[in-house]
């Protein structure tokens, strides 16, 4: 890999694994489809205007055949509700039933569903250290569950949100790569938050009157930590590295997101990080180093 993309890797890891205690702080005030709607929209404007700030592309090319930018757009509209739509909603439902570090874990499972739709899909040949890194990652997971087994009482609906909203973004990564679409890599994430941002708000128009008032000084903040940090720079940087290196790569290369969350969460909302919990980072810091890591000359 480039040296540039696993330093991206690493940041996007670092940014999303804070972003989850800050989703949990600011569920306090708003609903997960307004929040999340919120934050795609600071999202959406944030990379559109950093694209026509650059002098970037906004709109698909112009020497296009008609059906061409109709298919992009219809890309970006289904890539937009899939990554920033369904997959937005479903973790902001699970991250308020679970721990923030754990959800941070069960949110990033979409490494073993790419895999399988890359080697599917693209025809990549499913490396021993791809496999054994999502394996891996599988048993990082399981050993959070053994760190608290009182966890699976009456929080299996936000496990199955999780896990469904990383099937979500697996087939939205691939369906990304796949695209292929001729613009900026700033303007397709910020219209995929822009389409993905619509139905949110729209619903939760109808389900949060609270959406109609101004939120906290907590939420606030919250909305501006997530919709920047991780909708506009964490976002914009995955789906660079996705557009540079197989599928297998980019996903499993931010599994020290999980890392992060916990450490995250047990400084500022005194989450418990147990003997098993450190054995699972420990695992994934594995998996990690088997996907970025080099293979062996001889």
Not at 59 to 85: E, H, K, T, Y
Not at 121 to 141: D, H, S, Y
Not at 153 to 165: E, K, N, S
């Given at each position: 890999m480039p040296l540039n993309s696993v330093l991206m890797l690493l940041a996007v890891s670092a940014l999303w694994g804070a972003n989850w205690p800050a989703m949990k702080i600011g569920l306090t005030e708003l609903s997960p489809f307004a929040f999340r709607g919120?934050?795609?929209?600071?999202?959406?404007?944030?990379?559109?205007?950093?694209?026509?700030?650059?002098?970037?592309?906004?709109?698909?090319?112009?020497?296009?055949?008609?059906?061409?930018?109709?298919?992009?757009?219809?890309?970006?509209?289904?890539?937009?509700?899939?990554?920033?739509?369904?997959?937005?909603?479903?973790?902001m439902f699970g991250v308020e039933l679970v721990g923030s570090g754990?959800?941070?874990?069960?949110?990033?499972?979409?490494?073993?569903?790419?895999?399988?739709?890359?080697?599917?899909?693209?025809?990549?040949?499913?490396?021993?250290?791809?496999?054994?890194?999502?394996?891996?990652?599988?048993?990082?997971?399981?050993?959070?569950?053994?760190?608290?087994?009182?966890?699976?009482?009456?929080?299996?609906?936000?496990?199955?949100?999780?896990?469904?909203?990383?099937?979500?973004?697996?087939?939205?990564?691939?369906l990304v790569r796949m695209a292929r679409l001729q613009m900026p890599m700033s303007a397709i994430v910020g219209w995929q938050e822009a389409f993905g941002a619509v139905p949110l708000l729209a619903i939760a128009l109808v389900v949060d009157p609270g959406i109609r008032q101004l939120p906290g000084t907590a939420s606030l903040l919250a909305i501006g930590y997530v919709g920047i940090f991780t909708g506009i720079l964490s976002f914009w940087m995955y789906f660079t590295v996705v557009a540079q290196v197989p599928v297998a790569v980019s996903t499993v290369g931010v599994q020290l997101t999980p890392v992060f969350g916990f450490l995250v969460g047990a400084l500022l909302l005194n989450e418990t990080v147990r003997l098993p919990d450190i054995g699972a980072l420990l695992l994934i810091g594995t998996a990690v180093y088997l996907v970025v890591a080099p293979p062996r000359r001889r």
């Open positions: 919120l934050v795609n929209v600071v999202g959406a404007a944030g990379l559109l205007g950093l694209t026509w700030a650059r002098g970037g592309a906004l709109l698909p090319p112009s020497d296009d055949r008609p059906q061409g930018r109709r298919r992009a757009w219809m890309l970006l509209a289904i890539c937009g509700v899939i990554n920033f739509c369904g997959f937005g909603a479903l973790i754990r959800a941070a874990a069960l949110g990033n499972l979409y490494p073993v569903w790419a895999v399988i739709l890359a080697v599917a899909l693209f025809g990549e040949r499913l490396r021993w250290q791809w496999a054994l890194a999502v394996l891996l990652c599988v048993g990082g997971v399981l050993l959070f569950f053994i760190a608290d087994p009182q966890a699976l009482d009456g929080r299996l609906l936000g496990f199955g949100y999780l896990i469904l909203g990383s099937m979500l973004f697996a087939v939205g990564t691939v």
